[in-house]
C-alpha cells in the first residue's frame, strides 16, 4: 500500500500537464480541484477501491473534466413538458414579465432599498414592500422574509417562546427538503401540543388541550397530502372564536397562497387568503412563488400588534428579503392590485381553457410530423402542495416508443433541457406549463434527442 501510495503524483507536477494549461480559471480554483482530486485518490487507495493513481497527465484530465463540470452545474432554464405548473424542483412559480423588468430596473444600478428619500437618512427595505401587501391582501399589516420555512419560525419564536403550540396531529406535515413541522416548532422555542387522531381531530380536543401555557392555536395546510374516508377536522371559524374566546391567538399557515377562489376550476377545499383573515385568523403566512406566482418569498400578515412584534425578533434580520425579491414581489402583486391576474404566468395556467393548451399540443405535432405520435387528453396538476389530489384537464403530445426511457433520460441532458413525463413505453410532452414561445425550441429538442439515441 506504501508504494502505492508514493505513485500518487504531486500537485505541481499536475498542474504543468497540458489539460490545465489555458484554462479560463483562477489559480487557486485549478489547485484546489487538483488536491480534491488527489485527494479522492489517496482515498481510493486506502479503502481498496484503487489499485493504483493515475499519472499527472491522468489526474490533470480528471480535474479538466471537474471544473468544466462546476460551469455547466449552474441553473439553466428547462422547458416543462411535465404537466405540473408549480413544479418544486424547477423553482416553482415563473415570474410576470413586469417582474423581470422590475429585477432589471433595480439591479443595473443603485437602488433606495435602505435610505428614506424624502428624510434623507437610513429607512427601512419593508417600507418598498409593506403597504402594496397589505393593499393586495386587506390586511392590517404584513412583513415579507425570504420563504415561508422562515415565515413560520419567526412568528412561532415571537409569538409562542417557551409556550404551547396546538396542533392537530393530522397536520404535523413533511414536506420537500425535509421540512417537518415538529422540528421547526421546536426550533423556534415553541412547545409542540398535538391533539386529536391522524384522522379525526375535534373541536373538543383542542378545547381540552388548552392550558394557562398555551399560547396558539394552530391551523396548517396539509400541503402535500390529504385524508380521507373516516375524518373529521375543524373549520377555521370555529377555531378562532375557540381561541379568541380563551384569550388565545389562532395562527393559520397556509403554506401555498391562494388568492382567487379555485372552484372555477373544479378544486374545492382550499383556503384563500381573504378567507383566512376573515375567518378570524390574528396571523397567516404562506410563500409567495407557488399559486400567488411570485418570486420565492414568505409573507406574514394580520393584527398589526403581532406583525410589529414578529419584525422586532433579532431572527428576522436572519432571514430578511434581498432586494431582487422586493422587486419582484411588489411588481407581482400590483398585477394583482388592479386585477390583471392573466399577467400572472402561474394564474393564466391555471385558469386557461383547456382549447388552447391542445392548440400548443397540435402545434407540437405539426412541427414534428413524427409517424405513430398522437394529441391526447393529460391531466396536469398545480403542484407547490396544493390541490395534491385534484387535477386539471389538460393536453399533450403522446409518443409511443421502446425507446421513451432513453429519450427522457437524453431530452435532460439537452441544452436547454426538457422535462417530459413517461408511463411505460410512452413519452408524454404535457403542454400545460409551455408557453407559445417555447414550442419551436421543444419541437427542435425532441428532434435532436430522437437523433441521438436510434
Given amino acids: 500500500m506504501g508504494d502505492t501510495l508514493k505513485t500518487i503524483p504531486k500537485v505541481d507536477a499536475v498542474l504543468k500537464e497540458i489539460a490545465l494549461e489555458g484554462q479560463p480559471y483562477s489559480q487557486d480554483a485549478i489547485k484546489l480541484v487538483v488536491k480534491e482530486v488527489l485527494s479522492e485518490i489517496r482515498s481510493g487507495i486506502l479503502s481498496g477501491k484503487l489499485k493504483e493513481s493515475p499519472d499527472a497527465a491522468g489526474v490533470a484530465s480528471l480535474a479538466s473534466r471537474r471544473l468544466s463540470g462546476v460551469v455547466n452545474r449552474g441553473l439553466q432554464r428547462v422547458i416543462n413538458a411535465s404537466g405540473v405548473i408549480v413544479h418544486t424542483n424547477l423553482g416553482r412559480a415563473p415570474l410576470a414579465e413586469e417582474a423581470m423588468d422590475e429585477i432589471i430596473e433595480v439591479t443595473k444600478g443603485y437602488s433606495n432599498l435602505e435610505f428614506d428619500l424624502d428624510k434623507g437618512s437610513r429607512g427601512s427595505r419593508q417600507d418598498h414592500i409593506n403597504s402594496i401587501t397589505r393593499y393586495c391582501f386587506g390586511s392590517d399589516a404584513a412583513l415579507v422574509v425570504n420563504n415561508n420555512a422562515a415565515a413560520v419560525l419567526l412568528t412561532l419564536s415571537s409569538l409562542a417562546r417557551g409556550k404551547e403550540v396546538i396542533v392537530s396531529r393530522g397536520e404535523l406535515i413533511e414536506i420537500g427538503g425535509s421540512f417537518r413541522m415538529p422540528d421547526v416548532m421546536a426550533l423556534s422555542s415553541a412547545v409542540l401540543k398535538e391533539v386529536g387522531t391522524t384522522n379525526k381531530t375535534r373541536l373538543a380536543d383542542y378545547d381540552a388541550a388548552i392550558t394557562g401555557d398555551t399560547a396558539i392555536i394552530m391551523k396548517v395546510h396539509r400541503s402535500n397530502f390529504t385524508i380521507e374516508g373516516f375524518t373529521e377536522d375543524v373549520d377555521l371559524k370555529s377555531?378562532?372564536?375557540?381561541?379568541?374566546?380563551?384569550?388565545?391567538?389562532?395562527?393559520?399557515?397556509?403554506?401555498?397562497?391562494?388568492?382567487?377562489?379555485?372552484?372555477?376550476?373544479?378544486?374545492?377545499?382550499?383556503?384563500?387568503?381573504?378567507?383566512?383573515?376573515?375567518?378570524?385568523?390574528?396571523?397567516?403566512?404562506?410563500?409567495?412563488?407557488?399559486i400567488l406566482g411570485?418570486?420565492?418569498?414568505?409573507?406574514?400578515?394580520?393584527?398589526?400588534?403581532?406583525?410589529?412584534?414578529?419584525?422586532?425578533?433579532?431572527?428576522?434580520?436572519?432571514?430578511?428579503?434581498?432586494?431582487?425579491?422586493?422587486?419582484?414581489?411588489?411588481?407581482?402583486?400590483?398585477?394583482?392590485?388592479?386585477?390583471?391576474?392573466?399577467?400572472?404566468?402561474?394564474?393564466?395556467?391555471?385558469?386557461?381553457?383547456?382549447?388552447?393548451v391542445r392548440r400548443r399540443a397540435v402545434s407540437l405535432k405539426r412541427r414534428l410530423k413524427l409517424a405513430g405520435s398522437r394529441v391526447s387528453r393529460t391531466s396536469a396538476a398545480i403542484g407547490g402542495g396544493s390541490a395534491p389530489t385534484k387535477t386539471l384537464p389538460s393536453y399533450g403530445l403522446v409518443m409511443v416508443s421502446p425507446l421513451s426511457n432513453k429519450l427522457h433520460e437524453r431530452l435532460r441532458r439537452l441544452n436547454p433541457p426538457v422535462l417530459s413525463r413517461i408511463d411505460g413505453d410512452m413519452l408524454i410532452f404535457d403542454m400545460k406549463a409551455v408557453s407559445d414561445s417555447e414550442i419551436e425550441v421543444l419541437a427542435g429538442k425532441i428532434r435532436e434527442a430522437l437523433g441521438n439515441v436510434v
Fill in 239 to 290: 377555531l378562532a372564536n375557540l381561541a379568541h374566546n380563551k384569550g388565545l391567538l389562532f395562527y393559520v399557515d397556509m403554506g401555498s397562497g391562494v388568492f382567487l377562489p379555485l372552484e372555477d376550476v373544479g378544486i374545492t377545499g382550499e383556503w384563500t387568503i381573504r378567507e383566512c383573515l376573515d375567518r378570524g385568523a390574528d396571523i397567516i403566512t404562506f410563500s409567495g412563488d407557488k
Fill in 294 to 356: 411570485g418570486p420565492q418569498a414568505g409573507i406574514i400578515l394580520g393584527r398589526e400588534d403581532l406583525v410589529d412584534k414578529i419584525a422586532r425578533n433579532p431572527l428576522h434580520r436572519a432571514v430578511r428579503v434581498g432586494k431582487l425579491t422586493i422587486a419582484a414581489l411588489s411588481a407581482t402583486l400590483m398585477l394583482y392590485l388592479v386585477g390583471q391576474y392573466d399577467r400572472v404566468p402561474v394564474l393564466r395556467m391555471i385558469y386557461e381553457d383547456p382549447s388552447d
